[in-house]
């Protein structure tokens, strides 16, 4: 899929098919995360790929906005260490993993992590130490149904050229 195509077709998916996701592919996740740009070159973030059927179900419980992780085949949980730029450089991630599942064919949902009161929880399952921070939580699976595209604000009402 070409890079545009793929960002186009990005879209929340929150309901899978139940069929695992390759290792490899997950792997590709990770990796196309790790490229994302980085202040100061520190790239803060780590990745745990979560695929227990049993610890899903309790990432789904314990995160209030994300009760369907439980359904994914995997989740994609991102830290970063406590930098000065730790939000945007885990944000970058986050993105380019959810870009890298659009044009995979597969469906998820970004996650809040980032300051959320189930983010000790969520630390504590997964045996991060205290000195990371959830960034966000990004469950992955088939779709179970074609993805709907959201109206999107057009170019012409978002672009401005030398002043607002």
């Known amino acids: 899929m070409e890079i545009f195509d793929a960002i186009a077709k990005r879209a929340s998916v929150r309901e899978y098919k139940g069929e695992p996701v390759d290792k490899a592919l997950l792997e590709k996740l990770v990796d196309a995360g790790r490229r994302a740009p980085s202040a100061r070159k520190v ?31 995997a989740c994609i949980v991102v830290y970063s260490s406590d930098t000065k730029y730790y939000l945007e450089d885990g944000a970058a991630a986050t993105e380019n993993v959810l870009i890298a599942v659009s044009g995979l064919g597969l469906g998820a949902c970004w996650v809040a992590g980032d300051k959320k009161p189930y983010a000790s929880e969520v630390s504590a399952l997964l045996g991060v130490p205290k000195e990371f921070k959830l960034i966000s939580l990004i469950p992955v699976g088939w779709p179970l149904k074609e993805p709907c595209q959201e109206k999107k604000r057009s170019l012409a009402d978002v672009l401005h050229r030398e002043k607002f």
Not at 55 to 70: H, V
């Open 43 to 73: 790239e803060p973030w780590e990745f745990i790929v979560v695929t227990d059927q049993k610890a899903l179900k309790e990432l789904g419980r314990i995160a209030n906005t994300g009760s369907f992780i439980k359904d994914a085949a």
